[in-house]
C-alpha cells in the first residue's frame, strides 16, 4: 500500500505521486513499468528532476490526495523488460571481454534491443564476432549465475571492477553478475541470469560510426522464433521442400525468373517486329505515308515505346500509339527519320485535350492525361494534322 502525496495536471492528463512506489520510471534506456493503481490505468511513468515519480493516469482518478492505495504493475511486461535489460549487462559484457568493444548507447524499443558498440571490422568479421558474444553471452545465462545488487559509494565504486557505461553518471548502484560483469545501473534486472532465456542477435547495422547489434531476449526471442519458424514452414511449403532446403530453393527461382525475364525481353523484340509489320500493312495510306493509330488496353509505355520504334524503323511511317490505364491515358508519337511532322508540337497538342502534359524530340515524343474519355478524339485530330502536313507526291 501507499499513500497519494499529489495529484496535478499534467500534459492533459493526471500526474499522481505517491510516498512510495513498485513502478519503474522511464530511463536508462528502458522503459517505464505500466500497470494501475486502484483500478486507474497507469500508461506511463517518468521521474522528475526532484527524484519525484511520477505515474501518469488517463481518465479519471478514483482517489484523493491522503488516500491509501494500491499499486499494480503488469508483470509480464516487467519480466520482458528485465529480460532484454539483464539480457544488455550480459551481452555487453561479451563483446568487451572478447573484442574490448564498449557499450557507448543502449536502447530498448517495442521491436528489439540495441547496443551501439566501438566494434570496427569487415562485415564477415562482425558477423563471426557477434556469433562468438552471442555463444559467451547464452553460457552465462545457461551456468544461470547470481545476480547481485550493491549498493556501495563513489569511492568503492571506484575500487570495483566496473564495465564502462558512459551514458550512466551516477555510480551508487552496481550490478554484479558473478564472476562475470560489474556494472553501474539504477534499472531492473533479474536474480539469476537463467531469468534471461535465451539471447539471439537479430542483426546489425552501421550507426553513428559504430556497430549497432539488434537483439531479443527471452520472451521475445521465443516470439521471434515462433515468427520466424512459421515463415520457413510456409516457404518450404510452397516448394514442396523441407526448411533447411529454403534458401537454395528460392535462390533457384530468382535464377530462374531473371532467365524468363532475358528470354521475354527477347520474345517482345520479335514480336514487336511482327506486330509492326502487320500494323503498316493495315494502316491508312495517303500518298505513300502510312499512319498507323491504335489504342491498346493493356500495355505499358515501354511496350509502347518498343512497338513504336519497329514501326518507324523503315521509311514513311507516323505512329500515333496510345495505352488506357484505368484514370490515365500515356502515348507515344514517332515518325520515320525520311519525314519532316513534328512529333513534339503534335504531342502537346494531343495532350492539351486530354488534360495531361507531353513532348519530345521532332521525330519521337511521350505524354498522357487523365482525361481517357478524349482519347480517340485525340488521336484522330492527330492524324488530321498528320495528313494535312503531308506534303502532296
Ligand atoms: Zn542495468
Redesign the pocket.
Known amino acids: 500500500m501507499a499513500r497519494v502525496v499529489e495529484i496535478f495536471e499534467l500534459d492533459g492528463r493526471k500526474a499522481v505521486v505517491l510516498d512510495q512506489t513498485a513502478f519503474y520510471p522511464e530511463g ?1 534506456g ?1 522503459p517505464n513499468d505500466i500497470g494501475v493503481i486502484n483500478r486507474a490505468p497507469v500508461n506511463y511513468v517518468s521521474i522528475d528532476d526532484d527524484g519525484r515519480v511520477i505515474h501518469h493516469i488517463e481518465g479519471d482518478i478514483p482517489f484523493a490526495i491522503g488516500d491509501e492505495v494500491a499499486g499494480e504493475i503488469d508483470w509480464n511486461r516487467r519480466r520482458e523488460m528485465i529480460q532484454q ?2 539480457g ?2 550480459i551481452l555487453s559484457q561479451a563483446f568487451f571481454q572478447l573484442f574490448g568493444a564498449e557499450t557507448k548507447g543502449f536502447r530498448i524499443t517495442d521491436r528489439s534491443t540495441e547496443i551501439d558498440l566501438t566494434l570496427e571490422a569487415q562485415p564477415d568479421e562482425i558477423d563471426r564476432a557477434i556469433a562468438r558474444a552471442e555463444d559467451l553471452a547464452n553460457a552465462v545465462v545457461f551456468d544461470n549465475r547470481e545476480i547481485r545488487v550493491h549498493n556501495v559509494s563513489p569511492e568503492e565504486a571506484a575500487a570495483l571492477p566496473l564495465r564502462k557505461e558512459s551514458f550512466v553518471a551516477d555510480c551508487v548502484r552496481v ?1 554484479e553478475i558473478a564472476d562475470y560483469d560489474w ?1 553501474p ?5 533479474a536474480i539469476r541470469t537463467g531469468e534471461v532465456g535465451l539471447i539471439a542477435v537479430r542483426g546489425w547495422e552501421r550507426a553513428k560510426k559504430m556497430t549497432r547489434v539488434h537483439f531479443l531476449c527471452g520472451v521475445r526471442a521465443l516470439n521471434d522464433y515462433r515468427r520466424v519458424s512459421r515463415t520457413a514452414d510456409a516457404i518450404a511449403r510452397k516448394f514442396s521442400s523441407g526448411r533447411e532446403d529454403v534458401e537454395s530453393s528460392v535462390t533457384r527461382l530468382f535464377d530462374e525468373n531473371k532467365r524468363l525475364l532475358r528470354r521475354s525481353r527477347e520474345l517482345a523484340q520479335i514480336a514487336a517486329i511482327v506486330e509492326a509489320h502487320e500494323l503498316i500493312e493495315a494502316a491508312e495510306t495517303v500518298e505513300g505515308l502510312r499512319i498507323v493509330s491504335k489504342v491498346f488496353e493493356d500495355r505499358d509505355v515501354e511496350e509502347l515505346n518498343l512497338l513504336a520504334h519497329r514501326l518507324v524503323d523503315g521509311d514513311n511511317v507516323v505512329a500515333l500509339l496510345a495505352a488506357k490505364e484505368s484514370e490515365t491515358a500515356r502515348l507515344v508519337f514517332a515518325r520515320s527519320a525520311n519525314l519532316s511532322a513534328d512529333m513534339n508540337a503534335l504531342m502537346r497538342a494531343a495532350c492539351e485535350r486530354l488534360g495531361g502534359r507531353g513532348g519530345g524530340k521532332s521525330d519521337f515524343a511521350h505524354g498522357g492525361g487523365t482525361k481517357v474519355g478524349e482519347l480517340n478524339q485525340a488521336l484522330e485530330l492527330s492524324r488530321t494534322v498528320v495528313r494535312a502536313s503531308h506534303p502532296r507526291g
Open positions: 536508462g528502458q535489460h539483464t544488455q549487462h550490478i556494472s545501473c539504477g534499472g531492473t534486472h
